[in-house]
């Protein structure tokens, strides 16, 4: 038997030098495909709720943080509990989708998923959770939408954009057009993931060996190396953006900030908060450096919904999608408005 | 006994480590958020967006006489694959609604007052 030093040492060599953990077991079908984008069913053993899921991630990282392993899925939690669970996965881009904009996310991919996920459901209503910068786009599709959107979930989404937690004077200075990196974002065509990687972590953490010290102090652990080995590989899968897409952003949301304006428009309608009449559930995290909680909060006062409430979680920007359990508040909130 | 000794360092050694690593990136955040900094790595931004554009168009120019094919032409190619996977998307949705409709017509008809009298008297 080996010395609880040595293991710890071997745990940590064998977690670090491991190959990719599997990802995303919870079983589940293709009810779509368009692109490169999947709009995966995962269905309930013992479903009891009649109004669906549908989940949307951010453009930038890839959806199986939100079904890591057994026991470590949100996705699993949700079909556990008796919810039908839609995800739309956009998929790795390429370079010809370099011109995919914020639009064609929401009315090519989100309305389009959505339409098919309510086809294929049977469902006369659905519930939309969107995590960061899909929680945007859940709550700007939410606002142009004719489909019956009964449940609203935003889950650390930016919506006041005048509100900067990180490189403030950057963002003045691109409020006030005194830097503008479209010429590069339009040279590139599409942001490559080493490049989405070294910019998400310039913003967040800039040096970071935490996790690894993190992992030493649990090595010993099996199960939490495993669980460790998971977040990590997620947390290195990056995937390219569009340029459309990014500089879209950049002009409506972080500069002009249009959303909380009102000025926002998606194809031919105007985009406005107050269309939005779905119950309304925003989360922000206490300890999110990317994403604050004034950032989120605000979307509350806009929306015209008479069942609205916003919820502080203890934990960092990807607490909800990584911890692998629903809250028990998301939980309530979700079995008293699913039927 | 050593076990625990282990691990209370460990935790300690994590914590301050979280602490310093903290520190250091605020650090490099506040150094990073100044104004001169953010105007000089526009300008060369600038300059190697203009460099990689005049590259991709000679790249595109010398795509001619040497007969390759650029990225943008895989792209292009691509582009319409996606476009007729869109009308074949299209159509699947507008065969669907038909399906519907003739189900939903069908029930109609099976159900009307007339139609089961005229089931029965023709039995």
């Known amino acids: 038997m080996s010395t609880p030093k040595l293991n710890r040492w071997t745990g940590f060599i064998q977690t670090i030098s491991a190959k990719e953990p599997e990802v995303g077991m919870t079983p589940r079908t293709a009810v ?33 943080i939100l079904d890591l392993g057994p026991k470590y899925s949100l996705i699993e939690a949700f079909t556990s509990n008796g919810f039908e669970v839609y995800l739309l996965d956009f998929g790795i881009p390429g370079y010809e989708d370099k011109d995919l904009s914020m639009d064609d996310y929401i009315l090519r991919y989100i309305k389009k998923g959505v339409q098919r996920a309510l ?21 700007i599709y939410t606002s142009i939408a004719d489909e019956p959107i009964k449940n609203l979930i935003i889950s650390v989404a930016p919506i006041d954009f005048s509100v900067t937690p990180i490189f403030s004077e950057g963002v003045k200075m691109l409020q006030n057009e005194e830097v503008n990196f479209e010429q590069i974002l339009d040279a590139w065509g599409m942001i490559p993931p080493a490049y989405v990687k070294r910019g998400m972590k310039l913003a967040t953490m800039p040096i970071s060996y935490s ?50 304006t009102g000025n926002l428009r998606i194809g031919d309608r105007p985009a406005k908060l107050k269309n939005i009449t779905a119950n309304l559930l925003a989360v922000g995290a206490s300890h999110d450096r990317l994403i604050s909680i004034e950032q989120i909060k605000p979307i509350i006062d806009l929306v015209s919904s008479k069942d609205k409430s916003f919820h502080i979680l203890e934990g960092g920007h990807g607490s909800l999608a990584k911890d692998g359990k629903a809250p028990g508040y998301l939980e309530n909130w979700l079995a008293d408005r699913s039927n | 006994m050593t076990t625990n000794h282990t691990q209370e360092i460990l935790n300690a050694v994590k914590k301050f480590g979280m602490k310093v690593e903290l520190g250091l990136n605020n650090s490099i955040h506040d150094a990073l958020n100044q104004p001169s900094i953010l105007q000089g790595l526009n300008n060369q931004s600038r300059l190697v967006a203009a460099s990689i554009s005049k590259l991709q168009q000679t790249v595109e120019t010398l795509s001619i006489p040497f007969n390759f094919p650029t990225k943008n032409d895989v792209a292009n190619t691509t582009k319409l694959f996606i476009q007729a996977e869109e009308k074949l998307d299209l159509l699947e949705e507008q065969v669907t609604q ?6 939903e017509f069908k029930d109609t008809i099976v159900n009307s007052p007339s139609f089961s009298s005229n089931r029965m008297a023709g039995e």
């Open chain 1, 32 to 64: 779509w495909k368009k692109n490169k984008a999947t709009l995966w069913h995962y269905p309930s053993k013992n479903k009891k709720y009649k109004v669906p899921l549908f989940l949307i991630y951010s453009l930038i990282n890839q959806p199986f």
């Open chain 1, 119 to 139: 086809l294929h459901s049977n469902a006369s209503e659905i519930s939309l959770i969107g995590f960061c910068m899909g929680g945007t786009f859940a709550a």
């Open chain 1, 211 to 260: 996790p690894y010290l993190s992992l030493l102090s649990h090595a010993d652990d099996e199960e939490r190396n495993l669980k460790w080995s998971r977040f990590n590989y997620w947390a290195d899968s990056h995937i390219p953006i569009s340029a459309a897409a990014i500089k879209q952003m950049i002009v409506d949301l972080e500069k002009e900030n249009k959303l909380i």
């Open chain 2, 98 to 103: 038909l399906n519907r409709s003739f189900e």
